[in-house]
């Protein structure tokens, strides 16, 4: 059974950096791509971004990440292989930053994007 | 980026009654390998998003058939046959043709 966890400050002022991680278990993060999402609160669905990374150099699409414009600049996600974690960081947070973050299982590499699996999420609110 | 439409916002329907929830999208989402690049999903109150179906049609591991997903191309249909208690919350398509991914603003299925 797959399962997703996020972990992270809930509480981050304005101005400085967001940071959340995602455990994953039952399966291993390297045979997946993985996606961030957020959901201001009483509000829609935001993809984030994606990442693959299978901790190794033998996959040419190893370390593959793609960012929603909406929020590249300020946007990194990567992966702890070793730890089966993926994490966010949000750089220079705003009141619109404050969301549900949901990290979900993408799919694996060449099939289309399913996100089948889903973590409970963490509410992140935004001081000034 | 695409754009995707839903309607209607807000559902109320009696219980063993069908419900139907539209979705457009601004751009087709047909890929080059047949398949439309189209996902919906449901969030329950107070949970996470679950996997309804997914490339336009196929239902996901242990959705019952009641819930069926039809169209292509720009205009795309979820059905419910008979909605029971169970199916209340808010329901959302997605397209995942290319990134930016992108949701319909999401519609809210209540019990009469």
């Known amino acids: 059974q797959v399962q997703l966890q996020e972990s992270g400050p809930g509480l981050v002022k304005a101005s400085e950096t967001l940071s959340l991680t995602c455990t994953v278990s039952?399966?291993?993060?390297?045979?997946?791509?993985w996606s961030w999402i957020r959901q201001p609160p009483g509000k829609g669905l935001e993809w984030i971004g994606y990442?693959?990374?299978?901790?190794?150099?033998?996959?040419?699409?190893?370390?593959?990440?793609n960012y929603n414009p909406s929020v590249k600049t300020r946007v990194t996600i990567s992966v702890d292989t070793s730890k089966n974690q993926l994490s966010l960081k949000v750089s220079s947070v705003t009141a619109a930053d404050a969301a549900v973050y949901y990290c979900?299982?993408?799919?694996?590499?060449?099939?289309?994007?399913?996100?089948?699996?889903w973590g409970q999420g963490t509410l992140v609110t935004v001081s000034s | 980026d695409i754009v995707m439409t839903q309607s209607p916002l807000s559902l109320p329907v009696t219980p063993g009654e069908p419900a139907s929830i539209s979705c457009r999208s601004s751009?087709?989402?047909?890929?080059?390998?047949?398949?439309?690049?189209l996902n919906w999903y449901l969030q329950k109150p107070g949970q996470s998003p679950q996997l309804l179906i997914y490339?336009?049609?196929n239902r996901a591991s242990g959705v019952p058939d009641r819930f069926s997903g039809s169209g292509s191309a720009t205009d795309f249909t979820l059905k419910i046959s008979r909605v029971e208690a169970e199916d209340v919350g808010v329901y959302y398509c997605?397209?995942?043709?290319?990134?930016?991914?992108?949701f319909g603003q999401g519609t809210k299925l209540e019990i009469k």
């Open positions: 751009q087709s989402l047909l890929h080059t390998n047949g398949y439309n690049y």
């Open positions: 039952g399966d291993s993060i390297s045979n997946y791509y």
């Open positions: 997605m397209h995942v043709l290319q990134p930016p991914y992108t």
């Open positions: 979900a299982r993408q799919s694996r590499p060449g099939d289309p994007p399913v996100f089948d699996y």
């Open positions: 990442i693959y990374d299978t901790g190794t150099t033998n996959d040419n699409y190893s370390g593959t990440t």
């Open positions: 490339l336009g049609s």
